[in-house]
Nanobody, 130 residues
Framework: EVQLQASGGGLVQAGGFLTLSCAAS????????IGWFRQAPGKAREAVTC????????RYADSVKGRFTMSSDSAKNTVTLQMNDLKPEDTARYYC???????????????????????WGQGTQVTVSS
């Protein structure tokens, strides 16, 4: 059973940065496609970044392009989400999600959907003050 543990959230001023981590257990990251989602109060959960496809390419939501970067550390079996130049609208609870490699539909130029992921972490809160 794959388990995901997200951490690294906190309170930061606008323009600041945070690094979120998603530690995976029960499977090597090599066999998983990872996504990060966020949910603000009263809003639907939205995809922030996701990896998939034959080449493990990474896609980003337009709202975070150029500011957020997802990377992986195979030695630690951990995926990180580096978030720079944070804005108040980035305030949300952030979740990492995983699916067995190759099982995401990975439709051209589209972000993966929440329903396409089988495993979820518990989330970590990010609050950006203005």
């Amino acid at each position: 059973e794959v388990q995901l543990q997200a951490s690294g959230g906190g309170l930061v001023q606008a323009g600041g940065f945070l690094t979120l981590s998603c530690a995976a257990s029960g499977s090597s990251l090599y066999y998983l496609d990872i996504g990060w989602f966020r949910q603000a109060p009263g809003k639907a959960r939205e995809a922030v970044t996701c990896s998939g496809g034959d080449d493990g390419s990474v896609r980003y939501a337009d709202s975070v392009k150029g500011r957020f970067t997802m990377s992986s550390d195979s030695a630690k079996n951990t995926v990180t989400l580096q978030m720079n130049d944070l804005k108040p609208e980035d305030t949300a609870r952030y979740y990492c999600a995983a699916q067995v490699e190759g099982r995401l539909p990975w439709i051209r130029k589209q972000m993966a959907l929440e329903s396409e992921y089988q495993y979820w972490g518990q989330g970590t809160q990010v609050t950006v003050s203005s």
